[in-house]
């Protein structure tokens, strides 16, 4: 097993991560989002060493970070509402799902041998800097083991992925705490819900398709988000011998926002779930409102919840 080297969020350490990129090693690094796992996208070993060290299923395709439009550009074909799009939102936690473009230089098992593929550019200033340092598309889902919680912290990375990946940019919390919402097709669909809440991105678009037949994100698998311990949604009050994870001014173990702030749940989402699951009981969740972003919320906690 290897030792996973920690890396401060310096010029130093973005360049010594550059460097540790270039070889074909690993290293998560903080987005506003969750923390992604990078590899060089352009380099299937590397990107085969991301689903490795996930356990994730290989159908499963990985969004590419890059750190302006133009870069994106170089990748995807851009048509007037993916560029209004990354007009309003970029750097920010929305992902695009556009065709390749000739010549993208795109590892094909980054898109799963798909024709399209996810584009991403993060605002995190360390993000910024390690792209910036690294200077070509980094591959990046998000930093946990398959089929667990999402990583807000570098302490979560190293206990879901610690001695497995070359590296980890310690970064700090991520202040969105959910990952980035995903749009693409034709007719443009939500394909993921997350930190751009879906009525600013319809209030630029119009009205968006449900996600059906042909366009579907093959990690919205029911499981995806799943801590260890049995979920219970919708719950007044906690039964015996369960957790009671609260929203709203409220008696509870762990609260997602004291003051119903649906921004300050989400940032707290990931961590209150690694917290409660580590105390080895039952969950009950407090109703969480189904509007802006507490639809992603509550999308990630029915996951967590679901049978497996
Ligand atoms: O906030 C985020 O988006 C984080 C940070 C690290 O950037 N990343 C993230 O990546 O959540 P990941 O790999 O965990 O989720 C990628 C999602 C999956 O649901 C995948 O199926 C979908 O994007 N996806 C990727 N490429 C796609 C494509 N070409 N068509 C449809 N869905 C795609
Ligand atoms: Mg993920």
């Not at 957790?243 to 003051?259: A, K, Q």
Request: aromatic content about 4%; some cysteine; hydrophobic content about 50%.
């Amino acid at each position: 097993m290897k030792k996973t080297q920690m890396l401060g969020a310096s010029e130093a350490g973005l360049a010594e991560a550059a460097q540790v990129l270039r070889a074909g090693a690993l290293v998560a690094f903080p987005t506003e989002t969750v923390y992604g796992l990078g590899g060089d996208a352009r380099d299937g070993d590397a990107v085969a060493a991301i689903y490795a060290a996930k356990g994730r299923p290989s159908f499963n395709p990985l969004i590419v970070h890059v750190p302006d439009l133009a870069a994106a550009e170089r990748i995807a074909q851009f048509d007037n509402a993916a560029r209004q799009l990354a007009a309003a939102f970029w750097p920010g936690p929305l992902t695009l799902v556009l065709p390749l473009r000739s010549g993208h230089g795109i590892a094909s098992l980054v898109t799963a041998g798909l024709d399209t593929v996810a584009l991403r550019v993060p605002a995190h200033p360390v993000a910024q800097g390690l792209l910036r340092a690294f200077g070509a598309p980094l591959a990046a889902p998000s930093a946990n083991p398959s089929g667990r919680i999402s990583p807000t912290t570098a302490q979560h990375v190293v206990s879901g992925l610690g001695g497995r990946i070359a590296g980890i940019v310690d970064g700090g919390p991520c202040a969105v705490g959910l990952e980035s919402t995903i749009i693409g097709g034709a007719p443009l669909a939500l394909l993921r819900a997350g930190g751009v809440p879906v009525e600013d991105v319809e209030a630029i678009t119009g009205p968006l398709a449900a996600a059906g037949a042909g366009v579907t994100a093959p990690g919205q698998l029911a499981s995806h988000y799943a801590p260890d311990a049995a979920l219970r949604l919708n719950a007044a009050a906690p039964g015996p011998g369960e957790l009671f994870l609260g929203f709203g001014d409220m008696d509870c173990d762990v609260n997602l926002s004291p003051r119903s702030d649906l921004a300050e749940a989400a940032a707290r989402l990931f961590d209150a779930l690694h917290q409660l699951d580590a105390m080895g009981q039952p969950i009950a969740v407090a109703p969480v409102p189904e509007t802006g972003l507490g639809r992603a919320i509550n999308d990630r906690l029915r996951r967590a919840a679901a049978p497996r």
